[in-house]
């Protein structure tokens, strides 16, 4: 067999520019008559050392990066094809601090495979999660979810089996699992890197799903902005339906289970479960009043369950390996692992998944190595644009659901999006008012009027108008009605940035004062 060497095709090393190192590499081996496999596979998630490629040799795969096509001769001459020394060496991947510290469960094989090989797949566990749901009762396929603690990765940290559970109980001649890869959160990419580096995980997550409610078909809504995903996702359900792993007799079942993808329509709020419903259906995502729950009647009125692309690709680790293999690890109530994405000003980004429990101070200052600029970490913002941001002094705060509650912030989709001591902080809390009147769906009051007129009362503050005490009453006076009388978390939530801005960094609500006014 000739030599392998993997170079990423996630939508991550090709902006970076993995498709040229790929075309250098294949030119500079043809060119010394040199027999070698380019494997093209998803991204580790050390997006700092992107395009990163790895040499398999006798000592196991050796990582170079981050390499560029100019790269690629100097790195043939020192021998890369026998893992050969040079400045771009960075040895076993497995031994980098950064994957070293991590617990990959979901994306134990992202990286690692060639996303489109079966082969691959099966060879690496693939499979062995639905074979299991197969062998087994939809009640014992729920009863697993739920004991091992899994909670929505899209943000609201609700019990999956307790979901699949209230679909399995509600009658319904024809049942969807959708699953929400809008992915909208600003600072999060783990859902594309998971369906880009190992869609069939995602596949095989619902196809357990459908079998456990009792749907035999699925959607997966992805966002338009991720061309390269719904590549593979389209070309990974049609190699699995050749091959039998969906279909009308799912691994040789009398379960039937298929599946289709649908592009986003573009706005933030359409990630929100019953406005993505409405999307699906063909209408304007705005979002539904609950009740009825999308568990009771979703999809053109049917029991539907809608799950992050996180939550579902979960499950069949679970179904493999049992409830308490994934219970097992975590902090809290918030049981197993989180896919955690560090971005921002950073000087390490990527994806790190962990067990919940380690503090936001060892992931910003240990794993992330602090901020890409080199100056100071301000602020954390935790948690998609809805999140709240976090000084340093919060630091001590372990990454897990009611741990940040508690602290008023939310983790989210796990996004850690870090900035410098150079943040104005009353400019990103204009920014959260203004994002929420943009991407408002106009079907309440409190968010389609309370986000417009909060942005015009930090405008009035920030240009020195009226009394500071008053206008900062009448923002937290917002505040509260969003909150409280909004429909759904995208009015509910924008007080978390906004008024953690303020409680946490006051000074800048004198210093940026006029700079609305200068800008
Ligand atoms: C404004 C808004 C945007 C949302 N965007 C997403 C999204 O992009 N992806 C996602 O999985 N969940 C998103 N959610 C959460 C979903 O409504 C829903 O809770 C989730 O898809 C359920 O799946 P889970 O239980 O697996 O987390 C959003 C919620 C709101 C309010
Ligand atoms: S809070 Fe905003 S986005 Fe949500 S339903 Fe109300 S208007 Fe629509």
Redesign the pocket.
């Known amino acids: 067999m000739p030599p392998r060497i993997f170079v990423p095709r996630d939508a991550g090393a090709l902006a970076v520019g993995a498709e040229a190192v790929a075309r250098a590499l294949r030119a500079g081996v043809e060119r010394r008559g040199v027999a070698v496999e380019i494997v093209r596979t998803g991204s580790r998630g050390l997006y700092w050392l992107e395009p990163m490629l790895e040499v398999e040799t006798a000592a196991g795969r050796i990582a170079y990066g981050p390499v560029q096509a100019g790269d690629v001769e100097p790195l043939l001459e020192a021998g890369l094809l026998a893992g050969g020394e040079h400045a771009l060496r960075l040895g076993v991947p497995e031994e980098i601090p950064f994957l070293k510290r991590q617990t990959r469960l979901t994306f134990a094989r992202c990286g690692l495979v060639d996303p489109l090989s079966l082969e691959d797949y099966a060879a690496q566990g693939g499979w062995r999660g639905l074979s299991r749901a197969l062998a087994a009762n939809p009640t014992e396929i729920v009863e697993t979810v739920v004991r091992s603690g899994l ?8 019990p ?1 089996g307790i ?1 699949w559970r209230t679909a399995l109980e509600a009658a319904g001649a024809r049942k969807f699992v959708v699953c ?6 600003s600072g999060t990419f783990a ?1 594309r890197m998971l369906m880009e580096g190992d869609p069939f995980s995602l596949i095989e997550g619902m196809a357990i799903a459908g079998i456990a409610i009792g749907a035999a078909e699925g959607y997966v809504y992805i ?1 338009s902005e991720y061309p390269h995903a719904i590549e593979v996702m389209r070309s990974a359900i049609a190699l699995a339906r050749r091959a039998g792993c969906l279909g009308r007799t799912v691994l040789g079942s009398p379960h039937a289970f298929d599946l289709e993808v649908r592009v986003g329509a573009g706005a ?2 359409c ?6 419903l409405e999307s699906l259906e063909g209408r304007r995502g705005q979002v539904r009043a609950r009740p009825p729950l999308p568990a009771h009647r979703g999809l053109f009125g049917c029991p539907t369950i ?7 690709a979960a499950v069949p680790f679970i179904l493999a390996e049992g409830a308490a293999a994934y219970a097992d690890l975590g902090f809290g109530r918030s049981r197993g692992t989180m896919p955690i994405q560090l971005a921002g000003n950073v000087r390490r980004g990527g994806l790190f998944e962990t067990a919940f429990g380690l503090t936001l101070g060892e992931l910003v200052d240990e794993v992330a190595g602090g901020t890409a600029s080199g100056r100071p970490v301000r602020a954390v913002q935790v948690g998609g644009p ?1 999140g709240a941001y976090f000084p340093r002094a919060l630091f001590d705060t372990p990454f897990d659901y009611e741990a940040f509650a508690a602290r008023d912030g939310l983790i989210g ?1 796990g996004g850690v999006v870090i900035f410098d001591d150079s943040v104005d902080m009353a400019r990103q809390a204009r920014f959260a008012m203004e994002f929420c009147a943009l ?1 408002s769906c106009g079907k309440c009051t409190p968010c389609r009027i309370g986000s417009i007129r909060g942005t015009e009362v930090i405008d009035r503050l920030l240009r020195g108008e009226g009394d500071r005490a008053g206008q900062l009453a009448l923002i937290a006076d917002l505040c509260e009605t969003l909150k409280f009388g909004s429909l ?3 009015g509910g ?1 924008t007080p978390y940035p906004v008024m953690s801005a303020i409680r946490h960094f006051p000074e800048d609500f004198e210093a940026s004062r006029g700079a609305v006014a200068a800008r």
């Open positions: 909670r929505g990765r899209g943000g609201a940290g609700f999956t979901k929400n890869a809008d992915e909208g959160d859902d966002r933030y709020v990630g929100e479960e019953t406005a993505l809608v799950n992050n692309v996180l939550s579902l809805l989709h991407e759904c978390a995208l939530f």
